[in-house]
């Protein structure tokens, strides 16, 4: 029956129930049969998947690598054949660990599979121990012998134990790595990273309550955790975010109070500052990407659950808007609260992304490999184009029509993000040498900024990019770009002065705030200035009016013409001497 049971298992989807039937009927066997009972190769166990696998390079690797470069066939016989095993009954029983989600009978396998896995992983470990075996290996053996054990308890929940080995598997590959430099270190160091959520997820099973601050906070710089602890990890997140929940009735946002009655916004609500300390902490953009997103899903979902209230709340009632207070509802001013996260958090992101491709166009322009382009500015805009949308999108939110200190911080943000779109726009017609379009928005970033800064008030740029930064480099850049248009040898044949000014014929000290390009300007017959200069016309000297004389009142002389009237000599020798009658 056991034999009829495989034939019929290459057959198609009747193989299943062949196969079941089989084991059914052939009872508990051997450790062998059951191995046997599995798919046959080329099969990978689903239907019309296929398997390849390169026989004669493996052989030839494998021998190199094990003992037959110098000869060694007891090393090649024995310890890869155990270790090759090991995997084979690990890697089955992960496989089963994923179909155990929806096949709960299949658990009771996968436990099968890791104790076989532990009983070859100690057969490795008590062949390595003997006197023709490295140190390095022998410790190798007992750290993957201690990791398999401690997978067996972790599934069972064993966690002393599993700690005990886990523990053990850690100390032994800290050690190793500490003992190399090279690639080998790393690969320990690997280990070492993967065991520790273990660990601290085992210690908090057995009381420690500080574990899950660390788990989580593993969770959030990894991206989750992988095999056996991923499904018992997110449960156990999920159970305590959903008790702190239990407690949150409300949150406060600009002046309001709102009640928060949805479990879904709660648990996102709760989550949401530890994720962004995570992103705060981030080292690497990779990991920051993934935060963003997984912001920007349970963000999402939470948005989902109020709609759903909305939508309950419009057949109860017509429209949002209170009678009484003329405010938008609650639970519509909830929504734009977490839209507002969600805008806010995409904003953050594209400007995480954009300060990212800023600082790989700064650096020195590399060969394009293995497909891969250059970031160009081109690139920068369209985020820029994505940032501006999601701002225009802010203050159109139920609720903040009213709010002019939120409407001031939007059109600043907005003047911001619109200079540095137009900067990279410039960058982009500078590498094609359109010369002029370039230095007319270069020109436009200095009046974006201007603003900027004439409207920002203490503290208020805080969050944004630096707009002086931008206009050092603006300055900088359309010094650069007047020097490469000048220098430039095609642009005598592309790009010349406009008519109006060939027709004036203006020399260059009258047209200094116009930047043109002038060929004529690089010949030894260059006009700069008039010659001869222009006639000027030059006021005269002006002429003054006695106009003060007309207002004094002079003293009276009538004696004086009396004395003048007298004749005689008399008269006259007492006009010399001075004598008065």
Not at 267 to 291: H, M, N, P, V, Y
Not at 320 to 342: A, C, M, N, P, R
Not at 497 to 510: E, F, G, H, R, V
Not at 554 to 578: A, N, R, W
Request: with cysteine; proline share 3%; net charge neutral.
């Amino acid at each position: 029956m056991h034999r009829a049971g495989l034939s019929r298992l290459v057959g198609g989807r009747s193989a299943e129930c062949g196969k079941m039937a089989a084991e059914r009927q052939a009872g508990a066997g051997t450790e062998e049969n059951k191995e046997n009972k599995r798919p046959p190769a080329g099969k990978a166990g689903a239907l019309g998947d296929t398997v390849g696998l390169e026989i004669l390079q493996i052989i030839k690797e494998s021998q190199q690598q094990h003992g037959m470069r110098h000869g060694d066939f007891q090393r090649y016989r024995y310890l890869l054949i155990i270790l090759m095993d090991a995997e084979r009954a690990w890697s089955y029983a992960m496989q089963l660990k994923m179909e155990a989600n929806t096949e709960p009978r299949k658990r009771f396998h996968l436990l099968s599979r890791l104790r076989k896995a532990v009983k070859h992983g100690e057969e490795l470990e008590r062949l390595c121990d003997s006197d023709r075996v490295d140190a390095k290996t022998k410790l190798e053996a007992q750290a993957y012998s201690a990791y398999l054990n401690g997978m067996v308890q972790f599934e069972q929940q064993q966690w002393e134990e599993a700690m005990k080995a886990f523990n053990k598997c850690k100390t032994i590959y800290e050690k190793l790595a500490s003992a190399f430099t090279d690639e080998q270190a790393v690969l320990y160091n690997q280990r070492v990273d993967e065991i520790s959520p273990n660990i601290r997820y085992c210690a908090y099973n057995i009381g420690d309550k500080t574990a899950m601050d660390e788990l989580m906070q593993m969770r959030l710089r990894t991206g989750g955790a992988e095999g056996m602890l991923a499904e018992k990890l997110e449960a156990l997140i999920s159970q305590t975010r959903a008790k702190q929940a239990a407690t949150m009735s409300e949150v406060e946002w600009r002046g309001r109070t709102i009640p928060v009655k949805i479990d879904k916004v709660r648990i996102f609500l709760l989550g949401l500052s530890d994720t962004e300390a995570a992103i705060a902490q981030a080292e690497d953009e990779e990991t920051k990407e993934r935060l963003f997103e997984s912001v920007l899903s349970e963000c999402r979902d939470a948005i989902q659950g109020v709609r759903e209230e909305l939508r309950a709340e419009q057949r109860h009632r017509d429209g949002v808007i209170d009678g009484e207070t003329g405010k938008v509802s609650t639970l519509q001013f909830l929504h734009s609260y977490l839209s507002y996260i969600k805008l806010s958090t995409a904003i953050h992101r594209n400007e995480s992304m954009a300060s990212a491709l800023q600082k790989a166009l700064l650096r020195q322009p590399q060969a394009e490999e293995d497909g891969k382009r250059n970031p160009r500015p081109q690139d920068l805009i369209r985020l820029y184009d994505i940032i501006l949308q999601n701002l225009a999108e802010l203050t159109q939110l139920p609720g903040l029509e009213e709010d002019q200190s939120f409407q001031k911080e939007i059109v600043l943000k907005t003047l911001v993000y619109k200079a540095y779109r137009c900067f990279f726009i410039a960058q982009s017609y500078v590498l094609v040498k359109k010369w002029s379009e370039a230095l007319v928005l270069y020109d436009r970033v200095l009046k974006y900024a201007k603003e900027v800064r004439s409207g920002s008030s203490k503290g208020s740029l805080k969050d944004l990019p630096d707009v002086q930064e931008l206009i050092k480099q603006v300055n900088a850049e359309k010094y650069s770009m007047q020097a490469a248009a000048i220098l430039d040898p095609s642009n005598a044949h592309t790009q010349e002065i406009s008519p109006s000014q060939t027709k004036d014929n203006k020399p260059l000290s009258d047209r200094l705030d116009n930047f043109s390009f002038d060929s004529s300007l690089v010949t030894k017959h260059a006009r700069l200035v008039q010659f001869p200069p222009d006639f000027h016309p030059v006021p005269c000297k002006p002429l003054f009016f006695d106009l003060a004389l007309n207002h004094v009142t002079l003293p009276s002389l009538e004696d004086k013409l009396e004395q003048k009237t007298k004749s005689g000599l008399t008269g006259y020798i007492k006009g010399i001497f001075g004598f008065r009658s």
